[in-house]
């Protein structure tokens, strides 16, 4: 090897780990503007709601950071193979945590609709399944950092539980509308923060998808698993006649 | 130039055509899923919607193909700024399409859960929406197609008057679900699939913002502009004392 190729390879070593470096940097904010947002609809904290709003922006450069530094390697250091399929999976995955800062920042913008009706057992149920989407988005970063595609699959199988959880809320959400008209703005915001929020899981799941791809070269294959049954759930308001008894 | 290097352009221009007729194709078969969703919806045609959630599978594989194109290109053509620039392009707005594809299959598999109950005003506002979705797809493809960053710009700029249709339409669903308890399964289901819709005219947006700076090297300043303020949104139902008084 001549001095000038060692040199070359080291440069692009060096510029793989920076791009590295701002994806877990862009994804341990989105994992931050997640829990805070959920935390915020908890406490019912509005200043803070809005303060994650605001925050959203941060993520949205780091994107247009990433982006730039993928073209730049793209076109100064012209990976091929292995090296290419991951300057390609930054930029995927930097689009997919962008979206997940998205959903944060609308659970933050809805909770503040929420200030005055906090239903907390639905609330409980939220912020279980947020812990659940938050820990993917974790561990989905590790599998992508430690080029380990088992752990990605991992990520990807256990969509299936968040997608479980949020059918549960949907339909228990729809009950709660039902008791009273008053519950049917907050119980619809809460409804949207549900579904955000299992868009994030979709998300993650995404990412699993593209670190498996950019480790092994091949496809998860068959579909994603699916427990999101709640596009075809009719849930039915207790018959007048039945005098309030079961559901 | 010598005639190996024509050769490499010429093949090159091949190649990049060859990505654009995949854009286009994937583009036209997006705008066709969510025409074909809301005329299901609209019709109550249930074995219609069935047949366009088994379509989505067609736009999964053509981003598959455009996703390893793209890559073949950057590896064997190397470009630089400006084709850099239209190559990741490609890969960003298959993105997109592939996303409002799956909006459009959630379209189609919500209409299955309202078969019963078909709010026929809801549902023409809905179509209304989704026909503007539409044409701002098609107009964004074009724009791409044609490297017009004004035509982008403009796709850009109209998303606010199909945010403001999505916050009208909230409003209007949360009201007729405060009418009758057996609204709320039905209306749950018909804001969620206006949702979608604003959501796919949201990626209509992106793919502006990623033609704009394709053809500009800028970006598009100031974030998008912003007409759904739904998020913030908070409907009373009448109360009991007004008598079935004004909305």
Redesign the interface.
Known sequence: MTGSSEHIIRAYDDELQALNGLIARMGGLAEIQLAAAVDALVKGDAERAQRIVAGDRALDELE?EI?AA??RM??LR?P??GD??SV?AA??IA?DLERIGDYAK?VA??S??LAQSRQMETLGAIARMARLVQAGIKQVLDAYLQRDARLALDVWERDREIDEMYTGLFRAT?TY??ED??N??PA??L??IA?NIERMGDHATNIAEVVHFMVTGN?LEGGRPKGDTS???????ESPRSGGEGR
């Open positions: 247009q982006d993928v073209v793209l076109a012209q091929v193979a290419l399929r390609v930029l995927k689009a609308n913008k809805r503040t609709a729809l509308m039902m008209p008053r049917i703005t619809t915001h409804l949207f579904k496809r596009s075809y759930a009719v849930v039915e308001p």
